[in-house]
């Protein structure tokens, strides 16, 4: 009998400590990671605000396959939500409120635990690239709550790795995604033409990207100081492009709704006729501008048809990649002058 009460005294003993220090954990908890993601700010705040893109890089069904995730009637921005729901049990995020492009709060519900909030924040970096910040936290936890966690070593290895997981898997997911282009030539079609502004430099193709947006910055800003209104998409007009030599020779142009008598002698006013062209539309970032003319002149060759010789070769761009930063969604496209 002596026996059975000292293991009984011994049970309570460890069952009273046991209890004190639960008690004493803390009462609150919080869990962040930071990561910088290889997109810019625009492109991962648009992905991340919208709940249908997150089973592409959460981490829920990779701890359990057979994990069920149900999107809300609305899933983008304030009151959006999804549920999952796995071996632990039901699941739910909430968005509660957005700063668009900077910042997003949200509430997580699992079960019977209380509610933790939850806060993603997106930095810009100069390079391009955007520092994301995703903190999981919790306070006034309930004793059974902290005794879970006591016993699963706290809430910081148990989330945090997980987390870590999911910003890999969001990067690696935007980089994907930003690559994807898709090239359609639509064949003959008629030009219309018009008038344009433009002005026109020879250099090296290396130096070509950075001269033609300089130079598309230029004309630009001349319509813009002289109150000149657009009547379409700026493009690139070609005059040589000789890959042997190393050497380019193009205007930028900006289409105007009538002739303009400039006041600066390097930037003109011309005509483009209307003219018989084959068009390609490339839609993805303007890097595949090569294949896509590729793909054109393999088009001409392959319909038996004849390119006028010094003819109109334009490349034009439908997306303000100021505005629109995913190269994935940029339009633009590209007219080969033909006989016919």
Not at 32 to 50: E, F, H, L, W
Not at 311 to 334: A, F, Q
Request: charge should be negative; proline fraction near 3%; aromatic fraction near 10%.
């Amino acid at each position: 009998m002596k026996a059975i009460k000292y293991i009984l005294l011994l049970l309570l003993i460890v069952t009273i400590g046991l209890s004190i220090y639960i008690a004493v954990q803390p009462n609150s908890f919080e869990v962040t990671r930071t990561k910088t993601i290889n997109a810019p700010q625009s492109v991962v705040y648009n992905n991340v605000i919208d709940f249908k893109h997150w089973e592409s890089w959460s981490s829920l069904k990779e701890y359990d396959s057979e994990t069920n995730i149900t999107l809300g009637e609305q899933t983008k921005g304030t009151d959006a939500s999804y549920t999952w729901e796995n071996k632990d049990g039901v699941g739910r995020m909430t968005t509660l409120s957005t700063q668009p492009m900077n910042s997003i709060t949200q509430e997580m519900q699992f079960e019977e635990f209380p509610t933790s909030d939850v806060n993603w924040t997106f930095a810009s970096n100069t390079n391009g690239t955007t520092d994301v910040t995703w903190t999981i936290s919790s306070k006034d936890l309930p004793f059974q709550f902290k005794m879970i966690s006591a016993f699963m070593g706290g809430m910081e290895p148990q989330i945090g790795p997980r987390l870590q997981r999911e910003l890999v898997k969001l990067d690696s997911v935007l980089q994907a995604e930003m690559k994807v282009y898709n090239i359609n030539v639509e064949g003959v079609t008629q030009h219309s033409g018009g008038f344009y502004l433009y002005t026109t430099m020879s250099c090296k193709l290396s130096e070509f990207d950075t001269n033609m947006k300089r130079m598309q910055g230029k004309v630009g800003a001349y319509a813009l100081t002289h109150n000149i209104t657009m009547a379409g998409k700026p493009f690139i007009l070609y005059h040589k492009w000789d890959e042997e030599n190393d050497a380019a020779i193009f205007s930028t142009c900006i289409p105007t709704n009538s002739k303009i008598i400039t006041d600066e002698s390097d930037i003109l006013t011309g005509q483009l006729d209307s003219f018989r062209a084959v068009k390609t539309v490339l839609k993805g970032d303007y890097a595949n501008l090569k294949e896509a003319w590729e793909e054109s002149m393999a088009y001409i060759t392959n319909n038996n048809l004849e390119m006028i010789e010094a003819g109109p070769m334009l490349e034009t761009y439908l997306t303000d990649t100021s505005v629109e930063e995913n190269p994935s969604k940029w339009v633009s496209e590209i007219y080969v002058a033909v006989k016919g």
